[in-house]
């Protein structure tokens, strides 16, 4: 039996309004947002969303995790951010 979508039922609607109308730029909102997508994006959702779930994961973690001596010292996540910055600079 298939485990229900209630935690992402109850909190991604927060988080997205976090996401639209937060204090901040939008790449200091998802910062603050991150990990709680990360969580929420963990978690069982509606299967119509599965799709966009796995596009929405693989853009959070583009580059990979550094890790030293088997302790993470930046999270995918973080170096994706550090990358979108560089790119918006570049152009």
Wanted: net charge positive; charged share 25%.
């Amino acid at each position: 039996m298939k485990k229900r979508p209630t935690y992402f039922s109850t909190k991604s609607p927060a988080v997205i309004r976090q996401l639209i109308t937060g204090q901040g730029t939008s790449k200091e909102r998802l910062r603050k947002c991150g990990h709680e997508i990360l969580l929420i994006l963990s978690t069982p959702i509606p299967d119509d969303l599965e799709l966009q779930k796995n596009k929405i994961l693989s853009a959070m973690n583009k580059k990979a995790s550094i890790v030293v001596k088997g302790q993470t010292k930046m999270s995918s996540f973080d170096r994706t951010l550090i990358t979108i910055k560089k790119l918006l600079h570049q152009k």
